[in-house]
T-cell receptor, first 114, second 112 residues
Framework: DQQVKQNSPSLSVQEGRISILNCDYT??????FLWYKKYPAEGPTFLIS?????DKNEDGRFTVFLNKSAKHLSLHIVPSQPGDSAVYFC?????????????FGQGTTLQVKP | KAGVTQTPRYLIKTRGQQVTLSCSPI?????VSWYQQTPGQGLQFLFE???????NKGNFPGRFSGRQFSNSRSEMNVSTLELGDSALYLC???????????FGPGTRLTVT
């Protein structure tokens, strides 16, 4: 049972435009969500997170939106740059017994074309 | 501040052997988690240690084990290796259980 889903395996956008990566989750106990970027042969790099008490969090070019009723979150990258080309993973964790355990989606490969 | 380090970076083992991987967390981080990444299963949680205690465990067989030392460094061990254990093993550390996890570069294990 995949609790965190990234339904788009890949996304291609033009440099300077907006990239929108989507993620859905099924477990209502999740209350903390994160986005990571991963290059080949490297570990994931933390980008941005959001707690369930918020519906939006911004950090520079990166904004994460959380829609709890739809169990959906999205990552917006504006403007997109060629260096953003990587695999993006969303991850979720829940309270109490699940602390420290991140459940990851399958990833979306973003290609930003110059 | 130095990031999460993992050793070795690459490892080739034979079926039936055992292996030990090491992880040094970011200074001051007390929580260390381990993940396995494979093309078919993605990133899957193995276990998490906090203050030398295993606090959480994923759905992996008992051949996978770990421990954490008093300086927060952690090791994971896989015994009786199988071909399916070939994967990238990632270690992540965090300041607390409600903060973001920072990943090391991983250990690429190949079982032949």
């Amino acid at each position: 049972d995949q609790q965190v889903k990234q339904n788009s395996p890949s996304l291609s956008v033009q440099e300077g435009r907006i990239s929108i990566l989507n993620c859905d989750y099924t477990n209502s106990m999740f209350d903390y969500f994160l986005w990571y970027k991963k290059y080949p042969a490297e570990g994931p790099t933390f980008l941005i997170s959001i707690s369930s008490i918020k519906d939006k969090n911004e950090d520079g070019r990166f904004t994460v939106f959380l829609n709890k009723s739809a169990k959906h979150l999205s990552l917006h990258i504006v403007p997109s740059q060629p260096g953003d080309s990587a695999v993006y993973f969303c991850a979720a964790s829940g309270r109490s017994s699940n602390t420290g355990k991140l459940i990851f989606g399958q990833g979306t490969t973003l290609q930003v074309k110059p | 501040k130095a990031g999460v380090t993992q050793t070795p970076r690459y490892l080739i083992k034979t079926r039936g052997q055992q292996v030990t991987l090491s992880c040094s967390p970011i200074s001051g981080h007390r929580s260390v988690s381990w993940y396995q990444q494979t093309p078919g299963q993605g990133l899957q949680f193995l276990f998490e240690y906090f203050s030398e205690t295993q606090r959480n465990k994923g759905n992996f067989p008992g051949r996978f084990s770990g421990r954490q030392f008093s300086n927060s460094r952690s090791e994971m061990n896989v015994s009786t290796l199988e071909l399916g254990d070939s994967a990238l093993y990632l270690c992540a550390s965090s300041l607390s259980d409600r903060s973001e996890q920072y990943f090391g570069p991983g250990t690429r294990l190949t079982v032949t």
